[in-house]
């Protein structure tokens, strides 16, 4: 089992960045595709990106490709999305999970643990 816990939200102007961080709990991290979703007032939680278990591979939805990037330091236990040029429809809560799968998907249902997630506002 895994715990992760985000951290780097807050405030920020319309085209500005913000890094997000995921620290996790456990020696298994490596072990672990991870995911990270977001979801706005009234919506449904919706796929970022997500970066598989070495690094290597990273996928993005198309709302964010070519502004936000993943990272992953597996020595670190620790997974970052770095978000650039911001849209005031970024707005939402960001939450980063743990999937056993070798490359999930964008389905929430392949991924085993989550995060209690961060707030990020972006302002007009």
């Known amino acids: 089992q895994v715990q992760l816990v985000e951290s780097g939200g807050g405030l920020v102007q319309t085209g500005g960045s913000l890094r997000l961080s995921c620290a996790a709990s456990g020696r298994t991290f490596s072990s672990y595709a991870m995911g990270w979703f977001r979801q706005a007032p009234g919506k449904e939680r919706e796929f970022v990106g997500r970066?598989?278990?070495?690094?290597?591979?990273?996928v993005f939805a198309t709302a964010v490709k070519g502004r936000f990037t993943i990272s992953r330091d597996n020595a670190k236990n620790t997974v970052y999305l770095q978000m650039s040029s911001l849209k005031p429809e970024d707005t939402a809560v960001y939450y980063c999970?743990?999937?056993?799968?070798?490359?999930?998907?964008?389905?929430?249902?392949?991924?085993?643990?989550w995060g209690q997630g961060t707030q990020v506002t972006v302002s007009s």
């Open positions: 999970a743990a999937s056993t799968y070798f490359l999930p998907g964008q389905d929430n249902r392949e991924y085993d643990y």
């Open positions: 970066i598989s278990r070495s690094g290597d591979i990273t």
